[in-house]
T-cell receptor, first 110, second 115 residues
């Protein structure tokens, strides 16, 4: 099954871009990359997902490398409310479940 | 506010007891998922229902069971509770048939404490 590797923690200054990396070197050709985040003890929140092209929505941008072995979630102007654990998830096969790893704790500092 | 509601918010009970957690999905969503989040295990998928039928199963213990009713709300039943069952239990819902490509909307969770 495809697994992901994320740094355990990152810091970012308020107003700056936050770039969160994720490695998924065993990803298969038809597997999507998903990003969710969890603000302290709240339910996780969907951010974005993509297959091979870069994606952008009102929350973030997702950059996937050409070989699809890694991706970066970009929060263009981080605010204090973006402090959360960010999970990079890769689905596998036709399985219906998402598996959350340990994620990256992003701390946005004033 | 995701539109998913869970009750109760907090539950304190004793070992050996049985509890029921309730989830109401977003209006129109047919899929319901249950997750357990403990300090040492992280967020673990338990089970998924789609329109009343079990669709996928994760690391759900035999002491736990769930069902989805005709009005689409779901209940997670936990029995013979142990100290290690203390955790946050999240419910999520999604539209469609419930593949990972369907965005999951999570509720606020139920915090279960087993003493």
């Amino acid at each position: 099954d495809a697994k992901t590797t994320q740094p355990p923690s990152m810091d970012c200054a308020e107003g700056r871009a936050a770039n969160l990396p994720c490695n998924h070197s065993t990803i298969s050709g038809n597997e999507y990359v998903y990003w969710y985040r969890q603000i302290h003890s709240q339910g996780p929140q969907y951010i974005i997902h993509g297959l091979k092209n870069n994606e952008t929505n009102e929350m973030a941008s997702l950059i996937i490398t050409e070989d699809r072995k890694s991706s970066t979630l970009i929060l263009p102007h981080a605010t204090l409310r973006d402090t959360a654990v960010y999970y990079c998830i890769v689905e596998w096969g036709s399985n219906y479940k998402l598996t959350f790893g340990k994620g990256t704790l992003l701390t946005v500092n004033p | 506010d995701s539109g998913v509601t869970q009750t109760p918010k907090h539950l304190i009970t004793a070992t050996g007891q049985r509890v029921t957690l309730r989830c109401s999905p977003r209006s129109g969503d047919l899929s319901v998922y249950w997750y357990q989040q403990s300090l040492d295990q992280g967020l673990q998928f338990l089970i998924q229902y789609y329109n009343g039928e079990e669709r996928a199963k994760g690391n759900i213990l035999e002491r736990f069971s769930a069902q989805q009713f005709p009005d689409l709300h779901s209940e997670l039943n936990l029995s013979s509770l142990e100290l290690g069952d203390s955790a946050l239990y999240f419910c999520a819902s999604s539209a469609g048939t419930g593949t990972p490509r369907d965005t999951q909307y999570f509720g606020p969770g139920t915090r279960l404490t087993v003493l």
